[in-house]
């Protein structure tokens, strides 16, 4: 697959969620995504507001997590940490799907869960993005495919197949699937474990339109390099 640095580079999100990373871990961060002109940095909710200061007036949005990584917090906190988290500056939010009411076939639980935040990232910005974590390890196939419905039904702009946090990360096999379901009415973002400019490559050609990863240097640079 023939990629330029910057075609790349635009569909990538910088992440950082290690429980450890520091305020200058987060400028690191900021500083290199400058620099390559990724999609997004993706941050914990406390580091918000650094990254966006840090990144005024730039193309490289501000994302971070919300739910994260269980999927388990209650709708409403799950609106208020997204509220927060846009009026802090982020423009993307990537909220964990509740994997226990999915598993327990509420599935009206978990499109309202959706569809509430949704609702709320969208009304104070508009052109903010919603990705929704399926966390794909703890789901059957039949489970991926509903996640992903129901996901699209309440009005997410991504489905994304991990936090990195849980039994398994992206897959070509999960991301060809969930772009089958999804089709042009969401994009797909793989995400967890993805290291090497091979895997982040073999991502998009089954159906990524976003690639998450903690290594996008490591990844860019081997493109570099090859080119």
């Known amino acids: 697959m023939e990629l330029r640095v910057e075609d790349l580079a635009k569909m990538i999100d910088h992440t950082l969620l290690r429980p450890n990373a520091t305020v200058k871990d987060v400028l690191k961060l900021c500083d290199e995504a400058l620099k390559y ?37 209650t709708t409403q906190t799950k609106v208020f940490e997204a509220s927060e988290a846009v009026r802090n500056g982020a423009l993307e939010i990537d909220m964990v799907i509740n994997i226990g009411m999915l598993k327990s076939g509420d599935l009206n639980y978990v499109r309202k869960d959706i569809e509430e935040v949704v609702k709320t990232v969208k009304n104070l910005v508009s052109n903010a993005i919603v990705k929704v974590i399926i966390e794909t390890g703890y789901l059957t196939r039949e489970e991926k495919i509903t996640a992903c419905k129901l996901a699209v039904e309440a009005g997410a702009d991504f489905v994304k197949t991990s936090t990195g946090f849980g039994p398994k990360g992206a897959t070509v096999e999960d991301v060809k699937l ?17 290291r090497t400019l091979s895997q982040a490559l073999a991502m998009i050609k089954a159906g990524a339109s976003r690639i998450g990863t903690s290594t996008a240097i490591a990844i860019i640079s081997e493109l570099e390099e090859s080119g």
Request: with cysteine.
């Open 37 to 73: 002109r990724f999609a997004s940095v993706c941050v914990s909710p406390c580091y918000v507001s650094l990254a966006a200061k840090a990144l005024r007036d730039s193309p490289v949005r501000v994302g971070t997590v919300v739910g994260f990584p269980l999927g388990s917090s």
């Open 178 to 194: 969930m772009k089958s379901v999804v089709g042009d009415r969401a994009g797909v973002k793989a995400a967890g474990g993805i």
